[in-house]
């Protein structure tokens, strides 16, 4: 339907109430994401695995709750984090742990699961440990495959583009 027919059999006050309640729905996600950061002290408290590196503990598409508490990380431990001037974090376990005894300061060697090497080749140039301040989470538990809608809008734009434009589309006209 034209926009202007909608506008005229609807009215336009139900076609600001529909915008307006839009709009409440996406500050409700909003500060509902900044209250589980808030929460779990990570910027992202929930992540999707988007390689294979860390099967088959978790697979691509898996989706991580995260926790950053303060307490030190230890070996064993899969950790996400995200180094300067890489955009994408990475989901691998703790392979080896240095602390410095005067300051308590924690260096962290990490690895994919299915990697054969450690991550030193991913950090940045002339890195050798990751620094406890670039650990967004530890896995706290996953839900399986749950992700892998955001994979396929990610690997297809043009998916994201059409599924978003659908959202605002049914919103805007709904008669609830």
């Known amino acids: 339907m034209d926009f202007m027919t909608n506008a005229k059999k609807y009215g336009v006050r139900a076609i600001l109430l529909q915008g307006l309640t839009f709009l409440s729905v996406l500050t409700s996600a909003f500060m509902i994401w900044k209250g589980l950061s808030l929460f779990t002290n990570s910027e992202s408290p929930v992540v999707v695995v988007l390689s294979g590196s860390m099967e088959p503990a978790y697979y ?23 180094l300067k001037d890489k955009p994408i974090p990475i989901v691998h376990r703790v392979l080896k742990v ?34 406890r301040d670039e650990i967004i989470g530890r896995v706290k538990g ?3 495959y749950a992700g892998m ?9 043009q998916l994201k583009i059409g599924l978003l434009g659908t959202l605002c589309v049914l919103s805007l006209f709904s008669n609830e």
Do not use: C
């Open 149 to 157: 809608g955001t994979i396929w809008m990610n690997d297809y734009p």
């Open 98 to 131: 240095h602390t410095q005894r005067e300051t308590g300061e924690q260096f962290l060697l990490t690895k994919g699961d299915n990697n054969s090497a450690d991550d030193r080749g991913l950090y940045n140039p002339g890195q050798l440990w990751i620094q």
């Open 60 to 82: 691509r598409g898996d989706i991580l709750f995260l926790n950053n508490g303060y307490s030190p990380i230890e070996v064993g431990e899969v950790v996400v984090y995200k």
């Open 142 to 144: 996953y839900v399986p």
